[in-house]
């Protein structure tokens, strides 16, 4: 057995040069494919986890704004509630407002229709009264009436203060009523029976004396004597017959008239009644709305 | 028919004796090159048959070394997957009709052997240092230094012994089979020599690797070792945690050899990594 030293450093050079050889035309090039497909695929794993955060970024982003939408639309929705309703409660106030409204003008309403028709009744009522007064004082005794009448014309008389004298007698000659002096305050209701009638006065300083029947001459001269001692000095006295007084002695001047009749009395009352407060209804709706 | 323990030249170049086994070695090399050349010429990202099969030869290479030794591949690929393919392809040589292969001559084997024994040092100190490689000879002590020169000499020797006695007695068994018996009475014995030279090749580069990485291995557990002998030792015996402790932050992590070549298993924390168990590997 001999060993062939030369041949086996051939053959080590031999396996050396072979094994540089593949490393450059075999492993190194199969290695670095695998290696990059390796990276490839990592980077392709990276790039989808990539993506896959990126998606689960953006649903969570998504999740937070439909959230957000959410609480959005729920905020929105309880706005929306609070403001209807509170238009509801503001159309209700309204409308309740509106009612109260119509009810009170209607209360207003039947208020005016009830007095006016309280004042029908009433200027009905006075009429009625008048009309029955004026049956029932027509047959009363003319001359203790006309008596009555001219003591209370007496009284009425002196009660009158200087001016109003002039103004009947005709002293004051176009006189303005807004320079009259203030009625006596004692007088009381008395005072509101004098009034300017320039409109229906005589003319001339001519002093009427009315009554609602024809006076005989007694009657008359009575009444001249009563008016020279209390007026004088007197101006032409006329004797007028006006039924409308139902009963009593009337001075009228071109400036002043002095009322002393039934039908002044009963105007003077009608007057006080028109004056008078109704009383209010019982079954008013105002009240029954207080009680409710 | 010639002695297969001497080797006749054909011709010689200068002084150096060419013999047939070296020109088979070269046609050998010659195919092995331009077949790789032209089979990894436009490598694509997406593999057609012939890429799957390199890549295929490739990661079974890196997943045999990565399960034998528990080190990464990138290091040893070339010189584990070159001397796995070049022997295979010698010893199948022998198939060709009045090819004699190249590994059934002690020359080639030899040199296959002598190179192991240098990668063996050439990657011991490049992954311990030559202070690392130079103390595993003295582990777990001092009076062991004769010895492991010894194994590691006697290693790479029986490495040589076992590839050659395998191939040549296969070519012999068929040569005197194909001489007394008829035409076709030495295909089973062909094909048993088929089997045998995968196995062969298969053995020597995965002994290659385990004798590599565990020199590796040895040469940086002795660099990072205490000069203790004790600790050293049992922590080669692998009941020492002694050192673990006080050494934890010059450790460097290795993992344990499983040199199993026929029956690859999973990494264990109990793995024997002295040279007795590799010997034993070795006489399998």
Redesign the interface.
């Given at each position: 057995m001999t060993i062939d030293w030369w041949g086996i450093g051939l053959q080590a050079l031999n396996v050396l040069i072979l094994i540089w050889l593949l490393s450059r035309v075999l492993w190194k090039p199969v290695s670095q494919a695998i290696e990059q497909r390796r990276a490839t695929a990592q980077a392709t794993l990276d790039a989808a986890d990539d993506a896959h955060t990126e998606a689960d970024r953006r649903l969570a982003s998504l999740n937070a704004a439909h959230a957000n939408i959410a609480a959005e639309r729920s905020a929105l929705l309880k706005e929306s509630s609070l403001k209807a309703e509170a238009q509801g409660r503001e159309t209700l106030a309204q409308a309740r407002q509106q009612a109260e409204a119509l009810l009170s003008s209607a209360h207003d309403a039947i208020t005016r229709e009830s007095d006016l028709i309280r004042q029908q009744d009433t200027q009905h009522a006075l009429s009625l009264a008048v009309a029955i007064a004026t049956r029932l004082l027509a047959p009363l005794d003319n001359a203790a009436v006309h008596a009555a009448f001219r003591e209370r014309l007496h009284h009425k008389i002196t009660t009158l203060t200087r001016h109003e004298r002039d103004a009947l007698t005709g002293a004051l000659q176009h006189a303005p009523a807004a320079k009259q002096p203030p009625a006596h305050p004692a007088r009381g209701a008395e005072a509101a029976m004098t009034r300017e009638i320039a409109d229906t006065a005589p003319s001339g300083n001519v002093l009427s004396i009315i009554t609602a029947a024809q006076l005989s001459a007694t009657q008359q001269a009575e009444l001249k004597d009563l008016l020279t001692r209390e007026l004088a000095p007197l101006p032409s006295l006329r004797f007028e017959v006006e039924p409308a007084l139902l009963g009593g002695v009337e001075l009228r001047s071109a400036h002043f008239a002095l009322n002393n009749s039934w039908q002044s009395d009963l105007s003077v009352l009608a007057k006080a009644f028109e004056a008078m407060p109704t009383p209010p209804s019982a079954s008013s709706p105002r009240e029954t709305q207080h009680v409710s | 028919m010639n002695s297969p323990?001497?080797?006749e030249a054909l011709f010689h170049l200068g002084?150096?004796?060419?013999?047939a086994?070296?020109i088979t070695?070269?046609v050998i090399?010659a195919v092995?090159?331009a077949g790789?050349?032209g089979?990894?010429r436009r490598?694509?990202?997406i593999?057609d048959r012939r890429?799957a099969a390199?890549?295929l030869?490739?990661?079974t290479l890196?997943v045999q070394i990565r399960e034998t030794s528990g080190v990464e591949p990138?290091p040893y690929?070339?010189?584990i997957?070159?001397?796995f393919?070049?022997i295979l392809v010698a010893n199948l040589s022998s198939l060709l009709p009045g090819v004699e292969p190249?590994t059934a001559?002690?020359?080639?084997d030899?040199?296959?052997a002598?190179?192991v024994f240098v990668s063996i040092i050439w990657f011991g100190i490049r992954g311990a240092g030559v202070k690392g490689y130079l103390k595993s000879f003295a582990a777990p002590n001092v009076v062991m230094i004769p010895l492991n020169i010894l194994e590691s000499l006697t290693r790479t020797f029986s490495m040589f012994v076992r590839l050659f006695g395998n191939v040549m007695s296969g070519v012999f068994v068929i040569g005197i089979v194909a001489s007394l018996a008829g035409l076709l009475v030495p295909i089973p014995l062909m094909a048993l020599d088929l089997l045998t030279g995968l196995v062969q090749a298969y053995i020597f580069a995965i002994l290659a690797l385990v004798f590599i990485a565990s020199t590796v291995e040895e040469g940086r557990a002795s660099f990072n070792s205490e000069p203790d002998s004790r600790t050293s030792a049992s922590a080669r015996n692998g009941d020492g945690d002694g050192d673990k402790d006080k050494d934890s932050a010059h450790q460097t992590v290795v993992p344990p050899l499983t040199p199993q070549p026929l029956t690859p298993q999973p990494l264990t924390s109990q793995q024997p990594t002295s040279r007795t168990s590799t010997s034993q590997q070795e006489n399998s």
């Open positions: - | 323990l001497t080797s002084p150096v004796p060419i013999t086994a070296i070695t070269w090399m092995l090159v790789a050349w089979m990894t490598l694509t990202l593999p890429q390199l890549e030869l490739v990661s890196d990138t690929r070339s010189f997957g070159t001397l393919l070049f190249p001559q002690m020359e080639t030899a040199a296959l002598l190179l």
